[in-house]
């Protein structure tokens, strides 16, 4: 198992920029993809993008475009940069850990307690 810390969250306005951090720590914490989620409140859990320990990502083909992931392994750290916020943004951010390159919430078995991010107009 591994723990994951997310930080990072607020308010930002519309067209900014914003970086949320998921700390990573556990024994073999790198085994593990990191994804980033959101979920709105009355809305399934969204993927956004996945980073593997080597540094390949895979991202949402809906939605990836304004994010970018990326991730630090001499700090256990993995990063999500929005560019050009928009309302619709809006959530609760997750990180997750899974030892699958998936894009499913169900294949992650490791969850952080979330971030909010409220983009306003």
């Known amino acids: 198992q591994v723990q994951l810390v997310e930080s990072g969250g607020g308010l930002v306005q519309a067209g900014g920029s914003l970086r949320l951090s998921c700390a990573v720590s556990g024994r073999t914490s790198s085994e593990y993809f990191v994804a980033w989620f959101r979920q709105v409140p009355g809305e399934e859990r969204e993927f956004i993008a996945t980073i593997a320990w080597s540094g390949g990502t895979r991202y949402s083909d809906s939605i990836g475009g304004r994010f970018a992931i990326s991730r630090d392994n001499a700090k256990n750290t993995v990063y999500l940069h929005l560019d050009s916020a928009k309302p619709e943004d809006t959530a609760v951010y997750y990180c997750?850990?899974?030892?699958?390159?998936?894009?499913?919430?169900?294949?992650?078995?490791?969850w952080g307690q979330g971030t909010q991010v409220t983009v306003s107009s």
């Open positions: 997750a850990a899974s030892l699958l390159l998936t894009s499913s919430d169900r294949q992650y078995s490791s």
